[in-house]
DNA sequence: AATGAACGAACGATCGTTCATTCTATGACA
DNA sequence: TGTCATAGAATGAACGATCGTTCGTTCATT
């Protein structure tokens, strides 16, 4: 269930259809049970030991198909590393904005994305950590412009400075800072050093983005 | 200069004596210049391409020595980039504390961190790159117990919480958000997206992870 | 029968590592 | 001062393993 952790207080919880959230249906493309065993089990072995420590025969294996039959599907393994990236970047961006959308303030859109990432993180713990521990090898090569999930953060952030609901500030640093600790957090929690209930602690790194969002409080 | 952004009001700027800081003195260890070489290569290389993408012959040439002299200083590749990573890691969290100590109060201290975590950036930035961003291969690795930057923001923070300086939080929560927001806003630097001089870079991170750590703003 | 997916042996390249050999710096001795 | 023995460092060719990729062949479906 990947719905469990989002509660936006009284909005319709994510965009996420029937057929499962975007980013499942995008990473788990459409219809070829070949390609989607291929991707399941690149990704699996991607966030285990990384891309450079998966061979393509230990993804042939893990997905209880042959070797030669991963080059029907794509090009080459670096092509398939890419594609999984690639497009799992985007539509966890697009995901993101599509449940703060109907959020109403910062606080609220802040912690449906929250919410959302860490349900995600539930969910699906394979997608998240290859995509965030691994991203700094594929992030130069993402184009500009196109979704992505720091983005979202920025623009969700510098719009919050522009209807006044927090103080203006540099949007870049404080993406970064709010991004950077939703991230870490579930790098603890990876590492089994925080053992919490994933519920309070969507609202504990809620309060502390807003916190550092907010004005200063005078001592 | 590596003390260009230390600046702690008025306390002794790092502990570093003249031979430079403990990290460096670390990491390019003792007299041996070959063996100097090899890291200082090594590290390049890693911070550059990862370690799986880096062969000894890549080392052995930026080096400028031959293949089979790295192997007379460590037993395998293994064993080098773990030698590099757990040196630094420990080392960078006993520089941590140093210029810390010196500090009054949880402001003062952390800007000092955060100020020499932004000066290590700048004097060494392959340093920081392999340290900090390729960190979830060596992490688990990690004895409990020992040096490491993480406990080091955990019990700063801890004391001001038993100080009241800050208000009682889960104190693992509270680390992981500051830690991330540091490591993400450099990340975000390194990424080209902000473009600011480093001091004011200091000031707003401090700022931000304060607030971060402070007592909710009445609205 | 035809078509495309799946198969897996084979290829050349490159990997980490070894080791027989060469180089070089040092100090004892004439 | 000049010579040479010696130990430790440096060298790079070679080895076996494994890598990504190819491609002739087999299999399954229609």
């Known amino acids: 269930m990947s719905t469990q952790f989002v509660r936006t207080t009284g909005v319709p919880a994510t965009s996420a259809r029937a057929d499962g959230p975007v980013f499942m249906r995008s990473v788990m493309k459409s219809g070829n049970a070949t390609k989607d065993k291929i991707e399941r089990a690149a990704l699996h072995l991607f966030a285990e030991v990384g891309v450079d420590g998966t061979s393509m025969r230990d993804i042939a294996r893990e997905a209880g198909i042959s070797l030669g039959a991963i080059y029907n599907h794509y090009e080459s ?14 539509s966890i961006a697009d995901e993101m904005r ?37 991203r700094h090898r594929n992030l130069p090569r993402v184009r500009l412009g196109v979704s992505n999930p720091y983005f979202v953060f920025r623009g969700l952030i510098h719009n919050a400075m522009i209807h006044d609901e927090v103080p203006e500030r540099d949007p870049d640093v404080a993406a970064s800072m709010v991004m950077g600790a939703i991230i870490q957090t579930i790098d603890t929690v990876l590492l089994g050093r925080i053992d919490r209930d994933p519920l309070d602690l969507i609202e504990d790194v809620t309060d502390g983005t807003l916190r550092l969002l907010s004005h200063r409080l005078a001592e």
Do not use: H, N, Y
């Open 77 to 90: 393994k670096d092509e398939l590393a890419w594609a999984i990236f690639s497009e799992a970047w985007g």
């Open 98 to 134: 599509a449940v703060a959308r109907p959020c109403q303030g910062i606080r609220a859109k802040l912690r449906a994305i929250i919410a959302f990432v860490f349900s995600m993180f539930e969910s699906d713990p394979d997608l998240v950590r290859f995509l965030f521990f691994q």
